[in-house]
């Protein structure tokens, strides 16, 4: 049997990490590289980030994965972010999505194998013994 931190684990299944990572970063990608318009634009990049980090944020709190408790507000606070320059609120300039694609290549490496490679896989789940 899985130690219970794993067996939580959403990454550990490899249906729902494909529906809840992999997908979204397919659709991601695709809509970075198509000419889609800045509204749609907005709308796939919002929904993507907001599916990732909510995920992320639930996946720490379910079974303690290190690397979910940076990489979920990091997602939600990059699909603001997102959202804000699609609406013409933030203005991040003429290469604003470029800018955006950028930070998240970024931060979604440095968030996520750095913070696993120091602090281990999981922190230590309080309902191990359950």
């Known amino acids: 049997m899985k130690p219970t931190n794993e067996w939580r684990d959403i990454l550990s ?10 997908l979204p970063t397919v659709a991601l990608v695709a809509s970075a590289s198509l000419d889609i318009g800045q509204g749609w634009r907005t709308a796939i990049w919002t ?5 990732m980090g909510a995920a992320c944020v639930a996946n720490a709190l379910r ?18 972010v997102t959202l804000l320059y ?3 609120v933030a203005p991040l300039g003429r290469h604003g ?14 968030l996520c194998c750095p913070p696993e490679a120091f602090l281990g896989k999981y922190r230590r789940w309080r309902g191990a013994d359950r």
């Open 86 to 88: 699609g609406l013409g």
């Open 13 to 22: 299944n490899p249906m729902v990490t494909v529906a809840v990572f992999w």
């Open 47 to 51: 929904v993507v980030l907001t599916t």
């Open 63 to 80: 079974c303690g994965r290190v690397h979910c408790y940076a990489s979920g507000p990091f997602f939600l606070v990059m699909a603001i």
């Open 97 to 110: 999505w470029s800018s955006i694609t950028l930070t998240v290549l970024v931060g979604a490496i440095v």
